[in-house]
Every structure is written in structure tokens, then in C-alpha cells.
């Protein structure tokens, strides 16, 4: 079993940033195995979205909504997987899912950190 915490979350005016952590415990052994991590996040009365993803060989992918402001980073050695979000907008607002996405069986889920951008 894996566990996912993260943290960072809070209240920013816009144009301001954040950045977020995501720590992994549990087995190990699986968290390591997992090539594609990623973060998510879900606003009021929307689905939840992808936001951005991250490769253990570093290749990224980022949602057009945010691309250009924020930054998926992963330290493979500690486990942890960051989100910088710069430039942040009232519509970043939402809750934020760290994910650990494994080629077999079913993902893994943090319980969310709440961003909210407003002045």
C-alpha cells in the first residue's frame, strides 16, 4: 500500500505563487516502480482535471491552462513530486490531488490540498 500527503496549499492573491509537495510512504518498493506521476485537481462544481504529469526520466506534459506557469518536478531518490504554480489565477482555484499512476492495478491518491486564489 501507498500513501500520498500533500501539502503547500493555502490562500494567494492572484499573480501570486504557491508550491506544493506531494510525499509518498508505505511500499516503497511500489512507489518507486511507478514511471508516471502526476497532479490533478478539482474546482467547485467541475470535474477533476489533469493538470500536469511527469515522467521518472523527467519528461512533462502540461495542461494548456497552465502551461508556461507551472512546474511539475519529481525527486526520485526522496519520492517527492512538487508543483510550483506561479502567476496564479482566481481559476487555479481548487483542489489539488497528488497521483502516482502504475502500469498494473489502480491508482494512488493523496487527499487533496486546497488552493485559493483570490484577493
Known amino acids: 500500500q501507498v500513501q500520498l500527503v500533500e501539502s503547500g496549499g493555502g490562500l494567494v492573491q492572484p499573480g501570486g505563487s504557491l508550491r506544493l509537495s506531494c510525499a509518498a510512504s508505505?511500499?516503497?518498493?511500489?512507489?518507486?516502480?511507478?514511471?508516471?506521476r502526476r497532479w490533478y485537481r478539482q474546482a467547485p462544481g467541475k470535474e477533476r482535471e489533469l493538470v500536469a504529469s511527469i515522467t521518472r526520466g523527467g519528461s512533462t506534459y502540461y495542461a494548456d491552462s497552465v502551461k508556461g506557469r507551472f512546474t511539475i518536478s519529481r525527486d526520485n531518490a526522496k519520492n517527492t513530486l512538487d508543483l510550483q504554480m506561479n502567476s496564479l489565477k482566481p481559476e487555479d482555484t481548487a483542489v489539488y490531488y497528488c497521483?502516482?499512476?502504475?502500469?498494473?492495478?489502480?491508482?494512488?491518491w493523496g487527499q487533496g490540498t486546497t488552493v485559493t486564489v483570490s484577493s
Open positions: 497521483n502516482a499512476h502504475p502500469a498494473w492495478g489502480n491508482d494512488y
Open positions: 508505505g511500499n516503497m518498493f511500489s512507489i518507486r516502480r511507478i514511471d508516471d
